[in-house]
């Protein structure tokens, strides 16, 4: 893979986790009555979803409707079948219950999204 693939990959996950942590930060000061911040960081995770869309699209990432049902259902379907169970066991097993839990909700989600794909894909034969 040539380093600018590398690059884009990289600069994509950035994009998308700094997104995540400003909204919680948004979250955060809300829950502090700090409106106009949340706000600030309402608008900077909105920058940082452009980026990443703008860097998904030069690495040709989003194809069909078609295929990128198939795409996410077989993603899902990884979460459920190796990635969650992994992650369930060995939260428990360091006594971390607040992880396991959070993983078993996304788990428990994650057949729900698999099966919204797949029933889409078959609606679209």
Same mark, same amino acid.
Do not use: W
């Given at each position: 893979?040539?380093?600018? &693939?590398?690059?884009?990959?990289? +600069?994509?996950?950035?994009? *998308?986790?700094?997104?995540?942590?400003?909204?919680?930060?948004?979250?955060?000061?809300?829950?502090? @009555?700090?409106?106009?911040?949340?706000?600030?960081?309402?608008?900077?995770? @909105?920058?940082?979803?452009? =980026? +990443?869309?703008? =860097?998904?699209?030069?690495? &040709?990432?989003?194809?069909?409707?078609?295929?990128?049902?198939?795409?996410?259902?077989? @993603?899902?379907?990884?979460?459920?079948? *190796?990635?969650?169970?992994?992650?369930?066991?060995?939260?428990?097993?360091? @006594?971390?219950? &607040?992880?396991? %839990? *959070?993983?078993?909700?996304?788990?428990?989600?994650?057949? =729900? =999204?698999?099966?919204?794909?797949? %029933?889409?894909?078959? %609606?679209?034969?």
């Amino acid at each position: 893979m040539a380093k600018t &693939d590398e690059n884009l990959k990289i +600069a994509f996950a950035d994009e *998308s986790q700094t997104n995540i942590e400003y909204l919680a930060y948004a979250h955060q000061a809300i829950n502090e @009555g700090l409106t106009e911040i949340a706000q600030l960081f309402r608008e900077a995770a @909105g920058a940082e979803v452009v =980026h +990443a869309l703008a =860097h998904l699209k030069v690495m &040709d990432v989003v194809k069909t409707t078609r295929e990128n049902l198939k795409e996410a259902a077989e @993603g899902e379907n990884l979460e459920i079948i *190796s990635m969650y169970p992994k992650f369930i066991r060995e939260a428990e097993k360091e @006594g971390r219950q &607040d992880a396991a %839990q *959070s993983f078993r909700i996304a788990f428990e989600r994650e057949k =729900h =999204h698999r099966d919204m794909f797949r %029933q889409a894909l078959k %609606q679209m034969k």
